[in-house]
């Protein structure tokens, strides 16, 4: 047995290290000059490091968690006490804990909303799922002015759905919505830090996960190799990349939708992985790093949330030991796309000016570092990819049906976590244990 993988992200070293467990041949193919994919590490000060793509986990996120355990890595938690920043309507506000100054009624009444449709949805096939087609063919911003009557509500979940989903409201289908969430573990364990799916951090980095899988395949993982044509016969499956051909008996593609449907895949498949509708995940990272973390000195959590961008939220993302202090800002959504499109001085420019406004207290920062999701080529987007209005009944059925020799993989194939690293590194196992069996005398 002889595996080609496309694509060194968590879900493609995944499989590869657990095909290569059971005694198969692998061959990783990774267009970029590094692995890790969607999750990927910035040292901002000697042996400190932050995350610019994938961070957080919880208790749930149990193949993650039983990896780290295999890769001795230890995890952090993401938890800051201390006030928080508020910038929404017209003025701004210091406020305890997490909660926003809007009505709680109006956010009692969105989340109970949301609850509901979230209910709904069949996680295991979006697609099946009772008035599905009625779900799928409304957007979420249609949904929202049709349901929520309060302004703060409505105002609210546009931000709760870029920080949740790095999603635009206009551009992502209910029934994504709703599955996308339920899939996470439901809309209290996404949004929470301590008992939630943000609990932890990985202490130095998440990109540490793939460049320790990766060490141990050794010279199995090629990388600056975009995969151009998977060409399948009755014996086995050729890769073709710049650099040549690579011949298998099965082939697995560990890549974003978009990015699969760029393959020149020979024969054809039934249905696309991808359609017009089917929108990037819009996310643009901002680090502001700072000698220390000086807003805990302030009693300030460093977590902020902004009716207006470009930061729309920030967070306390600071490394170890206080030797540099960290405020992460995320720019999502509507607002990610045109962040993305400014000039970098002006990126600069503006996220400072807010981070100052914000944090009138902070000095400026002495270093800045972005990292634009939305532009980035061989990602299309993060966190996943955004089932538009009529995707999941055409997309849903051939998730992760094997297409002959050819496999699929990604955490936009896993209904169990969707768009998270947890659901990667499912959706490796998912595949290694289908190609096993199709091994199997």
Request: negative net charge; proline residues 8%; contains cysteine.
């Amino acid at each position: 047995m002889n595996v080609v993988v496309v694509g060194a992200g968590l879900a493609g070293l995944t499989a590869a290290t657990e095909l290569v467990a059971r005694g198969a041949e692998v061959t990783v193919l990774e267009a970029r000059e590094r692995v890790g994919g969607r999750t990927h590490g910035l040292e901002v000060e000697p042996g400190g490091w932050v995350d610019a793509g994938a961070a957080y986990l919880g208790e749930r996120h149990t193949a993650l968690t039983a990896l780290l355990a295999e890769l001795d890595l230890k995890t952090t938690p993401a938890t800051v006490a201390g006030a928080s920043r508020f910038a929404l309507r017209d003025a701004g506000a210091t406020r305890p804990g997490r909660f926003p100054p809007l009505s709680a009624v109006a956010l009692g009444e969105m989340f109970d909303a949301l609850e509901e449709v979230t209910r709904l949805v069949r996680p295991d096939a979006p697609w099946l799922t009772e008035d599905a087609a009625r779900l799928d063919g409304l957007t979420a911003e249609r949904w929202a002015a049709e349901r929520l009557r309060h302004p703060d509500a409505r105002l609210f979940f546009s931000l709760f759905l870029g920080e949740m989903m790095a999603a635009d409201p206009a551009r992502v289908s209910v029934l994504h919505m709703a599955f996308y969430l339920r899939s996470g573990g439901g809309i209290r364990y996404l949004n929470a830090f301590e008992g939630g799916a943000q609990e932890w951090r990985i202490a130095g980095g998440a990109h540490q996960v793939c460049e320790r899988l990766a060490a141990a395949l050794g010279d199995r993982v090629r990388l600056g190799e975009p995969v151009l044509e998977l060409h399948q016969d009755a014996g086995g499956v050729t890769a073709t990349t710049p650099r040549g051909r690579v011949r298998g008996t099965h082939a697995v593609v560990a890549v974003p939708p978009v990015l699969a449907d760029a393959i020149d895949l020979r024969p054809g498949p039934p249905a696309p992985r991808s359609t017009p509708a089917t929108g990037p995940g819009c996310a643009v990272k901002v680090h502001l790093v700072y000698p220390s973390p000086l807003w805990r000195e302030l009693g300030l959590s460093g977590w902020s949330v902004s009716a207006e961008g470009p930061l729309l939220s920030t967070v306390d993302d600071s490394p170890a030991g206080e030797r540099a202090g960290v405020l992460t800002g995320f720019v999502t959504g509507a607002e990610a796309r045109r962040y993305a499109a400014l000039p970098a001085p002006e990126q600069r420019g503006l996220a400072v000016a807010q981070a100052a406004r914000l944090f009138p207290e902070l000095p400026p920062p002495i270093a800045f570092h972005l990292t634009d999701w939305v532009g980035e080529p061989y990602s299309r987007g993060c966190y996943a990819a955004l089932f538009g209005p009529g995707d999941w009944p055409r997309l849903g059925p051939g998730l992760t049906a094997p297409h002959g020799r050819v496999h699929w993989a990604g955490t936009e194939t896993s209904t169990e976590f969707f768009g998270l690293m947890e659901g990667a590194i499912r959706s490796g196992h998912r595949v290694a244990a289908e190609i096993t069996w199709r091994e199997t005398p």
